[in-house]
Every structure is written in structure tokens, then in C-alpha cells.
């Protein structure tokens, strides 16, 4: 029921299907396209290094487990991947976790930041990321707990307060495809760790069978 493979393999047919359309509409070079799939052809790498991150999501999940709410953050194109982070946490270790755009962190969720609030926090090193490290500032100032997806470039460090792993490499407008698979895996191991059934959540069924 908790279905990662379509979650992100939607991602990537989405994108091929965005290309498609900027050639289309003559708002995309060959050359541009071409550099476009040379770095989707280098996905299964990228995310074998991902991969490999695990024993570090695995602390932070022994962590998690431990509680009963969650907030996640993300701005731009990865506010969408702070939802799907959520909503697996929720999904599968029946933690109560929300996820809301970076920018209206002020306009409500702040209200809830305490040091038994973790806040999730997706940090690629994009345009938007200096506005992200204020509202990381904001979760610190209430005694709030940050777990943080850093790419390598973004000088985000470890520190009281602050988890960081770090992403192996920046990876542009395809960087959701990678971000989302430790927020997935969080929400694996968290309910490993609270021995929830990961295959069977609760309550839930898929709509193809069931109305």
C-alpha cells in the first residue's frame, strides 16, 4: 500500500514528458535535451549512492521512533518531496507528521516547534536555500530538533540541534528523485523500529481494490 517505486518512477515519466513538451514548443536545444538524459541515464548510480546513506538514516530513525510527531519542510520543487516524507511517516509508523512549504513555517507550524517536534528539513543547494537556512534558524530559536538532507555544497553542518546527512551530489532539477528516497526510508525504518507491519498499515487499502 505504501507504494514507493510508483511514487518516483512517476517523477522521472513526468519529467521525460516535460522535456517532450519543451522540444515541442521549440523551448529546448537537442543539445539541452541530450544533457538532460545523459543525467538521467546516470539516476541508477546517483541513487545507489543514496543508497548507501542508510546506516545513517537508520540513527536517525532510532531517534523518531521514539516520537509521536513530526513537521517537515521543503521550498520550490521539494515541497512536494517533504510531503511524500510525511506521508509515508504517517503511512507506515502511524506518527502523526505534516509537512508544510518552508516559507509559511511563521504562518502556523512554528506555533508547534518543541524539542519533542523533530523537524525533517530537504536542503538541496538550489536558489532558495539561503531563505531555507533562515527558517532552519527559526526551528533552532524555539528548541526545535532539525534532521536535515544537505547536498554536499550547502555548508549546512552537524551540531547541537542539528542532524545533517549529507546527499552525495547536487543533481539539479531531477535532485527530488534522490531527496525522496531517504525521507522513504526514514519512514521504513521508523516503523521497523516501533514494529509496526510496513507491508500492512492499518485502515488503509489501495483504490484499485477497494471502492
Not at 534532521?147 to 552537524?158: K, N, Q
Request: proline share 6%; charged share 20%.
Amino acid at each position: 500500500v505504501a507504494s514507493t517505486k510508483a511514487f518516483t518512477t512517476q517523477l522521472a515519466g513526468l519529467f521525460l514528458l516535460t522535456l517532450a513538451l519543451a522540444q515541442s514548443k521549440g523551448r529546448l536545444s537537442d543539445e539541452q535535451e541530450a544533457a538532460h538524459l545523459k543525467t538521467m541515464r546516470h539516476l541508477p548510480v546517483a541513487l545507489q549512492a543514496v543508497l548507501a546513506l542508510e546506516p545513517q538514516i537508520i540513527s536517525w530513525a532510532e531517534d523518531f521512533a521514539r516520537m509521536e510527531n513530526a513537521l517537515f519542510l521543503g521550498r520550490g520543487l521539494h515541497y512536494p518531496i517533504a510531503l511524500e516524507g510525511a506521508l509515508k511517516l504517517k503511512e507506515i509508523s502511524y506518527i502523526h507528521a505534516e509537512a508544510y512549504p518552508a516559507g509559511e513555517l511563521k504562518h502556523g507550524p512554528l506555533a508547534l516547534v518543541t524539542n519533542a517536534m523533530p523537524v525533517v528539513t530537504v536542503a538541496p543547494n538550489d536558489t532558495l536555500l539561503e531563505k531555507l537556512k533562515s527558517n532552519m534558524q527559526e526551528v533552532r530559536a524555539r528548541a526545535g530538533v532539525l534532521y536535515v538532507l544537505a547536498d554536499a555544497d550547502t555548508r549546512i553542518e552537524s551540531s547541537e540541534g542539528i542532524h545533517v546527512i549529507r546527499m552525495p551530489e547536487h543533481y539539479g532539477p531531477l535532485s527530488p528523485l534522490l531527496h525522496v528516497v531517504p525521507l522513504q526510508l526514514l519512514a521504513y525504518h521508523t516503523a521497523c523500529a516501533r514494529g509496526t507491519d510496513v507491508d500492512k498499515p492499518r485502515n488503509l487499502a489501495k483504490s484499485v481494490t477497494v471502492e
